[in-house]
């Protein structure tokens, strides 16, 4: 049985090696080598670089454990031995700098680790294992890719999904909460239309820098003014692009911008105020066109099932330390399909990576968060969980919570 001491040295090997969204060709091979060797049946190529492993042992559940694979174009500074040095190309051609900055590493490593374990105790539980290691969640899009290639009809529809996300709480403690867990997301690029000309004549223009500007401003009042202080909504414009030279006023403005949201009908009334305030803007600048509102992406909400929440909590406090209520994310995650297109309940837990000891002595909740939110997060070139325990817990966490769901082995 492969020790800590090699899962360690698997790990730091993926964290120096990521590898962009749809391109984990060197992640998937290592995937799939292990789960052969661990006994699994192994389908590679499953939405482009998924691979499943399938572990059938008898009559009972179907037991999902997810993983995502990709890393980020980050460029990694963090200074550790094993820091990554590797480039790829971006979906637009760009070279990048490539880091693990949001731990996909760690849920390879510590889902690898589980799905050893879980073959070597085959006596004690019964039903099926299927391992999911996916691919391109940080671009939205891994889930549905392997949905659309038949994820289901390959494999049998799942009796629970479970999963986990590394993130700054203390190693040695997980956070679950039921309930709205992850936010939806929603991305637009929208493009504005004016008309260009020579900057000493704006007269002659309907300028849409001047046009976006105003947009931008007024989209603010989205979140203050259109959505009630007990729900929950962010707006945040990401990208504003026009023009190419301080004296030439554009044909064209491009604003991109970011929606999270935990209830549809406050996504909805938020998506609706955004087209609404695009179309006023441009109609007020006198646009020569309509402004364009293109989703380039989406995903709903992770919802953690209350009644599978309890049924996995005694699972996940046998694994770590502490098992407390983070309450929901804002960030987004598209595990969730997996278990809306299944009609199976979820379970999506935070496990946590920072070094304890920056959390020494503190007596309440708030001094952990406070000390939390100072620490470099997930997506930031200086995020670098510790190696322990963060993979003993999250592998323990991973087995623990699949045997609370498959079928105890009763002999005779």
């Not at 080598?33 to 009972?60: C, H, K, P, W, Y």
């Not at 989205?222 to 990401?238: H, M, Q």
């Not at 000390?371 to 930031?380: A, D, E, I, K």
């Not at 190696?387 to 323990?396: I, K, N, W």
Request: aromatic residues 4%.
């Amino acid at each position: 049985m492969t020790t800590a001491t090699d899962w360690s040295a698997l790990y730091r090997d993926l964290h120096r090696h990521p590898e962009l969204s749809f391109g984990e060709t060197r992640t998937a091979g290592i995937v799939a080598e292990r789960l052969a060797s661990s006994g699994f049946e192994v389908t590679t190529g499953i939405g482009r670089t998924g691979v499943v492993g399938q572990m059938r042992n008898g009559d009972g559940p179907v037991v999902l454990l997810r993983a995502d694979m990709d890393g980020l174009p980050v460029e990694e500074r963090t200074g550790l031995p094993y820091a990554s040095a590797d480039r790829g190309l971006d979906p637009d051609g760009n070279d990048v700098a490539v880091m693990h900055a949001c731990g996909h590493d760690v849920h390879v490593t510590c889902l690898l680790a589980a799905c050893e374990r879980l073959a070597t105790e085959g006596d004690t539980w019964t039903g099926t294992l299927l391992a999911v290691f996916q691919p391109a969640e940080e671009l939205g899009a891994g889930a549905r890719a392997m949905l659309d290639d038949g994820l289901y009809e390959r494999f049998p529809g799942p009796s629970v999904v479970l999963g986990q996300h590394v993130s700054p709480l203390p190693a040695g403690v997980i956070g679950l909460h039921a309930g709205p867990a992850y936010a939806a997301t929603d991305s637009l690029r929208i493009t504005l239309h004016g008309r260009g000309g020579h900057g000493s004549m704006p007269e002659t223009t309907v300028d849409p820098v001047v046009m976006a500007a105003a947009t931008v401003l007024r989209l603010q009042s989205v979140v203050a003014r259109e959505v009630a202080p007990a729900d929950f909504a962010v707006v945040t414009v990401g990208r504003l692009a026009a023009g190419t030279k301080a004296n030439v006023i554009p044909d064209d403005a491009e604003i991109r911008l970011n929606v999270r949201t935990y209830d549809a009908a406050v996504r909805t009334r938020v998506l609706a105020a955004i087209e609404r305030i695009v179309r006023g803007e441009a109609a007020a600048a006198g646009a020569p066109a309509e402004p364009e509102l293109e989703h380039f992406e989406t995903l709903p909400p992770v919802v953690n099932d209350p009644q599978a929440v309890e049924r996995t909590r005694a699972a996940l406090e046998a694994s770590c330390a502490m098992v407390a209520d983070p309450g929901a994310v804002a960030g987004s995650e598209d595990v969730g399909l997996l278990a809306v297109e299944a009609g199976a309940p979820c379970v999506y837990w935070m496990l946590g990576g920072a070094d304890p000891a920056r959390f020494a002595g503190l007596s309440t909740s708030e001094e952990l968060i406070g000390v939390v939110r100072t620490l470099p997060s997930n997506h930031s070139p200086l995020f670098a969980p510790v190696v322990e325990p963060t993979l003993a817990v999250g592998t323990a966490a991973l087995v623990n919570a699949a045997l609370a769901w498959l079928g105890p082995n009763r002999p005779g």
